[in-house]
């Protein structure tokens, strides 16, 4: 059995099948979609490597797959499960801000998305860390470091930290709710 249910944990899953039935847990996202996905995976106890392997390497074909804790799986759901719309708000926002800056709406959103998507893919093909990337584009006094500076003072680092963490915090609480219902 797969279960993409958020916030509903294995041992709630094991409990309703037999004792010899294979559960995994899978935390997917909407990227997945167009190839490009992210599922956190976490096996229950009769999982076996075999059918473990085939969970991931069926998953795999639709994006990125890791294996995780089931302590884990609040945060993957709120980092990766919660996570494209609040990528989806920071491309429109720079849109927007393209907009605002002088371009067509549609050349804003088009150059918003391809570079949100264009960074993602540096950090994982290229293995770059996200702070070697924007030293790669900050020139001292420059117009990356000017917006960067706008950025911190307006708290977006903050923002999208505790954006990540009250996701996962709900989903901890789903959690919590469906054990005590198991009960």
Same mark, same amino acid.
């Given at each position: $059995?797969?279960?993409?249910?958020?916030? !509903?944990?294995?041992?709630?899953?094991?409990?309703?099948?037999?004792?010899?039935?294979?559960? /995994?847990? !899978?935390?997917?996202?909407?990227?997945?979609?167009?190839?490009?996905?992210?599922?956190?995976?976490?096996?229950?106890?009769? !999982?076996? @490597?075999?059918?473990?392997?085939?969970?991931?390497?069926?998953?795999? @074909? %639709?994006?990125?797959?890791?294996?995780? @804790?089931?302590?884990?799986?609040?945060?993957?759901?709120?980092?990766?499960?919660?996570?494209?719309?609040?990528?989806? !708000?920071?491309?429109?926002? %720079?849109?927007?801000?393209?907009?605002?800056?002088?371009?067509?709406?549609?050349?804003?959103?088009?150059?918003?998305?391809?570079?949100?998507?264009?960074?993602?893919?540096?950090?994982?093909?290229?293995?770059?860390?996200?702070?070697?990337?924007?030293?790669? $584009?900050?020139?001292?006094?420059?117009? @990356?470091?000017?917006?960067?500076?706008?950025?911190?003072?307006?708290?977006?680092?903050?923002?999208?930290?505790?954006? /990540?963490?009250?996701?996962?915090?709900?989903?901890?609480?789903?959690?919590?709710?469906?054990?005590?219902?198991?009960?």
């Amino acid at each position: $059995v797969v279960s993409m249910a958020a916030g !509903v944990p294995l041992a709630v899953l094991e409990g309703n099948v037999p004792p010899q039935v294979a559960v /995994v847990r !899978v935390m997917p996202n909407t990227p997945a979609l167009v190839g490009a996905g992210a599922f956190a995976v976490s096996p229950g106890k009769s !999982v076996t @490597t075999e059918a473990l392997h085939f969970v991931k390497e069926m998953l795999g @074909t %639709m994006g990125l797959v890791v294996e995780v @804790t089931e302590e884990q799986m609040d945060a993957a759901t709120g980092l990766s499960g919660s996570g494209p719309a609040f990528a989806a !708000v920071m491309i429109e926002a %720079m849109a927007d801000g393209g907009v605002r800056a002088g371009l067509p709406r549609s050349v804003a959103l088009n150059l918003s998305a391809q570079t949100v998507l264009g960074t993602a893919q540096m950090v994982l093909e290229r293995q770059v860390h996200p702070a070697a990337l924007k030293d790669m $584009v900050a020139s001292p006094g420059g117009t @990356t470091a000017a917006g960067l500076a706008a950025l911190e003072r307006h708290g977006l680092r903050a923002a999208a930290l505790e954006a /990540v963490v009250a996701a996962a915090q709900r989903s901890k609480e789903m959690t919590e709710q469906a054990l005590s219902k198991k009960k």
